[in-house]
């Protein structure tokens, strides 16, 4: 009996569909390991001795009589399995030399407050941005999209000038006070904060709400995936700071952890590997708790989910 025809299509069908998954699968499985393999090579060679460190990346750190770099004529040896596994990397770190734990403790204390009041202005500045409108609202929400737009560097000047003018350049203030008022989560949360129903809002003022609790009982709590991803993206942000530090502390003791990573040299190639790993873990451990909450914020664009 001949095999009718829709049956073949559909066969073939599922075939065609079969080889795209596996397809995408592999280059999708690719890129992954391409992305991670920077990650693995970090932990692995946390773990190898100093001498071992120094005879695969010396040559990359190496620098001439007179200061400046010198060329590579070989290739660097990129191992992922160590010779010998050994934690002397980390002895140094955590027990032998505070001087590392104090500067990761460092970015705990610039990061952590920035992340905080930088969400609280943003909620207020947003509900006022998303609730009311008029001219020159527009006109200011205009600047801080022109403001949000600009990279950093290009803000670096004007922040030295007016912190110096403020005599709060050298000082922590310094780096406090341009990340709590940056204009990036006062953007996003105003977008958030437009998707919610003008009906819930309306209902909430019927009901004999005032408008603290508009925003503290209906336009917050709608938004909180939304805040908790905006959270996440500002402690990556400023993690990872380095321009702020260098320019506006002249106190290498106020430095943050990604500061010293910035400038590696010969002498501390060993211990780079161990204080990356440790300075990840901060990162990686609220990306882990906080994926789902990225992912519907970036999803939903606040608002109420269907």
């Known amino acids: 009996m001949k095999t009718p025809n829709y049956i073949k299509r559909g066969r073939r069908h599922k ?22 393999m920077p990650v693995i090579l970090t932990i692995t060679n946390s773990f190898m001795a100093p001498s071992e460190i120094s005879s695969n990346y010396g040559s990359v750190f190496a620098r001439s009589d007179s200061g400046g770099k010198v060329f590579i004529s070989k290739t660097v040896n990129l191992k992922f399995i160590p010779d010998m596994v050994t934690f002397s990397q980390y002895f140094t770190v955590l027990l032998k030399s505070p001087d590392y ?27 006022g941005f998303a609730r009311y409108h008029g001219k020159v609202k527009e006109i200011i929400f205009f600047l ?25 350049l050298g000082t ?13 989560a006062v953007y996003l949360l105003t977008k958030f904060m437009r998707r919610i129903p003008l009906e819930v809002l309306e209902a909430g003022q019927i009901d004999g709400a005032d408008e603290w609790q508009l925003f503290s009982k209906i336009c917050f709590p709608l938004c909180k995936n939304g805040i908790c991803a905006i959270a996440i993206l500002i402690f990556i942000d400023f993690w990872n700071m380095v321009e702020q530090p260098l320019i506006l502390l002249s106190d290498e003791q106020l430095h943050p952890l990604s500061v010293f990573l910035s400038k590696i040299n010969s002498g501390e190639i060993s211990l780079a590997f161990a204080v990356a790993v440790i300075y ?27």
């Open 15 to 36: 075939r065609v569909v079969l080889a795209e998954r596996i397809t995408g699968t592999v280059i999708a499985a690719f890129f992954a390991i391409l992305f991670l």
């Open 101 to 127: 734990l104090f500067k990761f403790w460092n970015s705990v204390i610039y990061v952590v407050p920035i992340v905080f009041f930088q969400l609280f202005v943003a909620a207020l500045a947003s509900y």
């Open 144 to 168: 801080y999209i022109i403001m949000m737009m600009m990279p950093y560097q290009v803000t670096l000047v004007p922040n030295y000038m007016v912190s110096n003018w403020l005599g709060i």
């Open 172 to 184: 922590r203030w310094a780096i406090w006070l341009p990340g709590i008022f940056s204009p990036f």
């Open 280 to 306: 990840m873990v901060p990162p990686l451990l609220i990306f882990m708790y906080g994926e789902e909450y990225l992912v519907e914020g970036i999803s939903y664009q606040g608002g109420i989910k269907g």
